[in-house]
């Protein structure tokens, strides 16, 4: 299993099961930078040759919604670490 963390000065994130799925949510506190570097996420998942491994919802006030299915769990989070938006990212 893979643990990670994150800076909470930047971002706040929170995982869920969602049905066979996890969820993801995602609020973004450290501005545009940050941003750019979620919907850089967004990218790697929308531009691979999967259509069904990561849904990408985004609200207002930087909150994001990602339902990763479970089979792209570690890819899912070696794209947040790929993007800076992870600390640390460790096999536990």
Do not use: C
């Amino acid at each position: 299993m893979l643990s990670y963390t994150f800076d909470a000065s930047l971002l706040t994130i929170q995982e869920s099961p969602n049905g066979d799925d996890i969820e993801f949510r995602i609020h973004v506190l450290g501005g545009d930078a940050v941003d750019r570097q979620v919907k850089a996420v967004q990218h790697d998942f929308e531009h691979n040759h999967v259509l069904t491994d990561v849904l990408f919802y985004a609200f207002k006030n930087h909150d994001y919604q990602f339902i990763v299915r479970k089979d792209f769990y570690d890819d899912f989070l070696l794209s947040l670490m790929k993007h800076q938006l992870l600390t640390s990212l460790a096999w536990t």
